[in-house]
């Protein structure tokens, strides 16, 4: 079985700090992981994905995420929050090995603060 | 890229009748779509996968009557909620996937408001 928790509903950050949102997950299989941005009444934009190759994996717009097997963590962080960055995060993983279904986390919101 | 067009962004509709939301793949055939509904302010649910050619596999609690999905060509997915109830107001969200490991690109979304 494959699932995704986030661990945090709401994160504040002020602009100019850093940025980090977390993700735990559970896999039966290697899995593949997403983080995806969403911003209000829009669809998806895929940040960055992990598929067994390098465990730190660079994404658009700055953000990076660190495969941790040994802690089942795939955090994303971002060096310095600007305010374009306000928007809500969803931690992904994909399903069994053959099953092409994605399990979405329940999503971290992010505010910036000036 | 790899680009999905949603259409319509935005629908507004009566109760009793129905809507049909399209998915389109612009650049690339895609052999799975899925459909996912998202209600304010929490989470993505998958409500149905489609292949094309052939029917769609849904989700436990979703009814396939009430929300037909077609997937006639590799680049085009429909969903239709059919005679529309209040509650069924949502954000809905399709994604398209090149083919098995492929990635998933994801449409703007669809918010029906049903009055």
């Known amino acids: 079985a494959q699932s995704v928790t986030q661990l945090d509903s709401h994160v504040s950050v002020s602009e100019g700090t850093p940025v980090l949102l977390r993700c735990n997950y559970s896999?039966?299989?290697?899995?593949?992981l997403f983080w995806y941005v969403q911003h209000p009444n829009k669809g998806l934009q895929l940040l960055l994905k992990y598929t067994s190759a390098a465990t730190l994996v660079k994404g658009i717009n700055g953000f990076e995420a660190e495969f941790k097997k040994s802690e089942t963590s795939f955090h994303l962080t971002k060096p310095s929050a600007h305010m374009s960055d306000a928007a809500e995060y969803f931690c992904v993983v994909s399903r069994a090995a053959r099953d092409d279904k994605i399990i979405f986390g329940k999503g971290t919101r992010l505010h910036i603060l000036p | 890229g790899a680009v999905v067009s949603q259409h319509p962004s935005w629908v507004i509709c009566k109760s009793g009748t129905s809507v049909k939301i399209e998915c389109r793949s612009l650049?690339?055939?895609?052999?799975?779509m899925f459909w996912y509904r998202q209600f304010p302010k929490q989470s993505l649910m998958l409500m149905a996968t489609?292949?094309?050619?052939?029917?769609?596999?849904?989700e436990q609690g979703v009814e396939k009557d009430k929300f037909l999905i077609n997937h006639a060509s590799l680049t085009l997915s429909t969903l239709t909620v059919t005679s529309a109830h209040p509650e069924d107001s949502s954000f809905y969200i399709c994604s398209a996937r090149r083919g098995l490991g492929g990635g998933y690109t994801f449409g703007s979304g669809t918010r029906l408001t049903v009055v």
């Open positions: 650049d690339f055939q895609a052999t799975t």
């Open positions: 896999s039966s299989y290697s899995p593949s």
């Open positions: 489609s292949n094309e050619g052939s029917k769609a596999t849904y």
